[in-house]
């Protein structure tokens, strides 16, 4: 029976990233808990909600973890009550012992706290997944990727595969990120230095958003590790599983157009506010559009709501180019794509008031390339 | 008609201080604007939600308010949606310019936007409180006497008395707030250095939480005027009108008892971190308290869930008296009491299981005396 005695806000420290995975309203009353699963050199902490799946190891050579195992064995607690005791004993170390079965005894200065835990043959089986030939990514790139395009997928169940972000590798180095809610559309290209085995998958972007939220900046790279229904990102200690969207991905490449009429680089914080101040009015309208009037002098936005107000703004440009243009189109998306660049400026290309345009960093740095369907008015 | 140009920050300060008074859902339309009236010498906000009102006065001698009076006028704007405009401006300055009947055009950098308000005619008049003779007190001194008693009255409606905090002043000196909910009370005394009206009013403890919200610490003293079913908290610059709550307040006086068996003096917040940890197990137990034992060698706490599990701890204690004693209460009314103490240790009075118990600060400062009634259990 599992005894242990560890350091309290490293333990806390542990089940929180864990904790991510867990939902306390699962439908599958098992996965509102998490496994605690002690072996001799180290414990590693499960939680799962059936969609994405984190596995966390404490091994007893880290020094800060000041981990002690008398005796090993696995249990499944309440998540979210487990974690709220351990956060609240008074002392800096922690005795965990399991005095019978599925009964542990948490013990910190004078505290004593006795918590019903169940047993783990109740715990569902992870999926495993081969791990040889990974895919090797620094954190930091991968979290720029998934910040870059998982804003963009949709939010609606009416078609799934839409609600993740399509990641492929062709010829062993091009890298593709894209996701598209049908209105708009984010895409990544990048070259690989290294050469790997191709893969075309599509990630919840859900998923993604844990992902970014569980590998903190220190960890410096991920491994990733594919199989048909998931896929693993894997540091030193934190396995993060996650299935795989079932379906075709629809063919993005398509929309993607090189010629325009009509080109201005704008500052992309600026342009930013300027959106955010026309959809609060938009926002009281009927189609919630603002409508953006290039003209030879001026580039300026325009919002008129008959029950609220008007907005009528001159935008600074720092260049523009091509024939006159009146477009109309949601703020809401202009205002994501602009939170999703890092460039100081913007540059964006329209071709006709009813076509898409295309927002690329004002600073030409290649592979990030973003697109907006208008609304059409009259 | 309107127009006045002044610092936006300073502007927005401003505004947010009147809109706490404001309900975006109120039942009562024209209660969710914001009413500015511009005269020759300064500009005063009005916000109310017919329990509160807020009036907020920016004069032309605030040099940071950089405040240049055109003409004058009044009009009411949507309150959250005009502070959300101006919060997104995009200059350090703010014209403000009525345009036609009920329209203003607000313009900061190249923003213009225009709005439509409503007739100032249509805004409540707020009752009148006569203001001569007024309590004077220190903003800090009121503060921490609403942060002592307000927590403690009710927050259902079967009892609306029970919802405010009881406020006398009796013999031009001695001042009283106190508050319960039936179950706890909390009690603070006063003598004033200065002799006053006397006055026996109860303010909505939810009204003086707001009080406590608008009147930072930079204010120094406020000024207080009482009306049979108002009263007004005045500093230079705010007036917050509260109306009274109806009834006559139960007499809390008799619950007071000067006889004890057993005392204790604990740390304050080492106790209340015991009661913390006690009360996540005990809210999963069918009473929802804590036992606390006090015996001849040790003080101990305990609860026992057959679903969850259980809590034994022994009290760190840093004086005890009188006879052995065993009581059960909820472990919420003992926390919220500790949390309203400053001192660093606490005195708790107990006369008998089924009597309520006193806690008084640990350093023996006079006037403030809270009563938590103990569960009967089986």
Known sequence: ????????????????????????????????????????????????????????????SNENAGLLISSTGAILLEANFFINIISSLPDVSLDFKEIEQH?????????EITLKGKDVEQYPRLQEVSTDNPLVLETKLLKSIISETAFAASTQESRPILTGVHLTLKDHKDF??????????????????KAATDFDVVIPSRSLREFTSVFTDEIETVEIFFSPSQILFRSEHISFYTRLLEGNYPDTDRLLMNQFETEAVFNTQSLRHAMERAHLISNATQNGTVKLEIAENAITAHVNSPEVGKVNEELET???AGSDLTISFNPTYLIEALKALKSETVRIRFVSPVRPFTLTPGDDQEGFVQLITPVRTN
Not at 5 to 21: D, E, G, Y
Not at 103 to 111: D, N
């Open 103 to 111: 009964q542990v005894v948490l013990t910190s200065g004078k505290s």
């Open 318 to 320: 720092v260049e523009k």
């Open 1 to 60: 029976m599992i005894q242990f005695s560890i350091n309290r806000s490293l333990f806390i420290q542990a089940l929180n990233a864990t904790k991510r995975a867990i939902s306390s309203k699962n439908a599958i009353p098992v996965l509102s808990t998490i496994k605690i699963q002690v072996n001799p050199s180290d414990i590693t902490l499960t939680g799962s909600n059936g969609q994405i799946s984190i596995e966390n190891t404490i091994p007893v």
């Open 176 to 193: 593709k990120a894209v996701a598209t809610d049908s209105h708009r559309m984010s895409q990544r290209l990048l070259t690989l230095d």
